[in-house]
């Protein structure tokens, strides 16, 4: 694929987040790393395209397959890619879009609650989490650890389904 | 930056990366041996999520003197650690292991709250990023100091017997390296008296709810991160093996 617009311009920015949108969470496929709030700039530099990122959580594995995904993109696209890791701002779960939080509905996955202010040491979450399967909010939290880093698992009372949820951070 | 704020600086995030490094690797030593699934999905998240954090406190190293966090973790000796004693035990029980992750989320939490505030941005960030994920784990583990020192008289037991042990090892995590003090000066890193304060203001309160005492007797206390015990050669030589077998990892 080769870009149409001329080298640097807007167009061409914006063609670059559309084709980064196809770019899956690669334990998530459902949703891409766009409206996950994992791609956070888009710049063009010359040939160079310079893409800033931010993990999830830090220790998580995809983020270095993200990384390899978003620059086999912009290479296909005719760029030299030169991928930043930034810390700052911390990412929030709140940057996940709502069409992204619907995809994860569906997929079976409670989207997260909105994060809530810092306070104290630890926080604990104050709503409910809502069963992606019936809707009930009659349920309970299993474990605050799940099979991802980002998640947490639990059962509802009303379907006694087990279910994971998206950690509100 | 003066070139001794970046020695000390050099030298304090290669001990807050060792601290993380070594406990994530005695947390994974449970990975399929956990007392339930639940908890041994839990405890290797949490072993996860360290080892994250090593890798953040060495990538800010990386920016100060380009030294390759891969080498460090994996292709150095014992002798050049300058983690604490406490995270180096073996993983004894699961009581031992509670604990210890305990005691070391509070103070991680202390001192990242405190962190956030540095004059250095890139530690400011990395503080507040890292606190995010912290909350988890201290969330559970102190759910876990409370089921045991509640739970049953054996439960108790051993939680008290991992308490008689580790108390004197954590002080060690309030001994400041030897140039930290200029570190502190400049508002790089926080006071660790003040830390240690918070620390104990939280675990003393909640030792004490969960019905386990403080030991009179406050036991061994060791001082320098440069000396060790014979347990952290043998964790290196497990977790750095396949490393070192293989170093480009190109045989599968």
Known sequence: MVSLSPKGSRAEVREIWEALSRVPDPEIPVVNVVEMGILREVRIDGDKAILTMTPTFSGCPALHAIRESLETVVRALGFEAQVQIVLSPPWSTDWITAEAREKLLRYGIAPPNPALAEAGLIQLELSPTRCPRCGSFDTSVKNTFGPTLCKSIHVCNNCLEPFESFKAV | ?252
């Open chain 2, 1 to 252: 930056m003066k070139p001794e704020v970046k020695k000390a600086l050099i030298a304090k995030f290669t001990a807050l990366a060792d601290d993380e490094l070594v406990l994530s690797h005695r947390d994974a030593e449970w990975t399929g041996h956990g007392p339930i699934l639940e908890e041994d999905i839990a405890l290797a998240n949490i072993a996860q999520d360290e080892l994250g954090h090593a890798t953040v406190w060495l990538g800010l190293r990386k920016e100060l003197d380009g030294s390759d966090p891969d080498q460090l973790a994996f292709f150095r000796d014992s002798t050049k650690f300058r983690n604490a004693e406490l995270l180096e035990l073996p993983r004894g029980d699961w009581a031992f292991t509670m604990l210890r992750q305990y005691l070391f989320d509070v103070y991680e939490a202390a001192w990242l709250s405190a962190a956030k505030a540095s004059s250095y941005q890139p530690l400011a960030d990395a503080a507040a990023k890292i606190l995010r994920e912290e909350r988890f784990h201290l969330q559970h583990t102190q759910a876990w100091v409370e089921r045991l020192g509640l739970g049953t008289e054996e439960s108790n037991r051993r939680m008290q017997a991992a308490l008689n042990m580790q108390w004197g090892y954590t002080q060690q995590l309030f001994v400041p390296l030897q140039d930290e003090e200029i570190l502190v000066r400049e508002n790089i890193v926080p006071d660790l008296s003040a830390v240690k304060t918070k620390w104990l203001e939280h675990t003393t309160r909640h030792l004490r709810d969960s019905r386990l005492e403080l030991p009179l007797n406050i036991g061994y206390q060791p001082g320098s991160r440069e000396t060790h015990t014979e347990h952290l050669w043998s964790l290196l030589a497990e977790m750095q093996s396949v490393a070192r077998w293989d170093a480009e990892a190109k045989v599968w």
